[in-house]
């Protein structure tokens, strides 16, 4: 499988975030990807290395992917390891940028995807901000093409939060940051 429908998929939900409602899998390979990277900052030469279900590998490596940074929010692929400053408007979070380095610790956000041995999925996010940070989630397991909703617990201000899935995914995607109080329902994994 090369989740081409991914590809196809985000860079849908880009287009469409961005107004433009053209249909994408009709688009060849080339045309696809070059379509793609008007609209998002690419990603090059990722390797995605899985364990699947049935004991085999799942080992790709794509030329071009659609960037971490998307309009909707944040797609992790397996196996990256991410640093994501952003920016603080009110109770929300904004502006994501992925940089290599960090240089300020104040306002990034670092997140990881990885396999585990057992073969499960762990993310892991650290929010760098004073207050809890929650997500919205969606998962695209390894053998379906579609993303899943899931439940997602806030991040704890200057702590880490660890997510476990059982099986391979290909990404995460992280949709709506913002800031929830301290208490409560506002705690709560949903």
Known sequence: MMKKAWC???LAIGLVSAGHVRAVEGLSDAVGKEEMCKHTLCQHDIRVTLKTKDGGTYDHT????????????LAIVAGQALNLEADVTGDTVSNFRAVAVVTHPEKTLTASLEQSPKGDMILSLHNP???PLKFDMGIMPLDNDKVLATSSCPI?????????WPGALFQVLLTKPRFVGTTGKAMNCD
Do not use: I
Request: hydrophobic share 45%; no cysteine.
């Open 8 to 10: 196809a998929a985000t």
């Open 62 to 73: 794509f030329d071009v992917l659609p960037g971490t940074v998307q309009p909707f929010g």
């Open 129 to 131: 901000f004073d207050r």
């Open 156 to 164: 704890k201000a200057g702590m880490s939060s660890f997510e476990m």
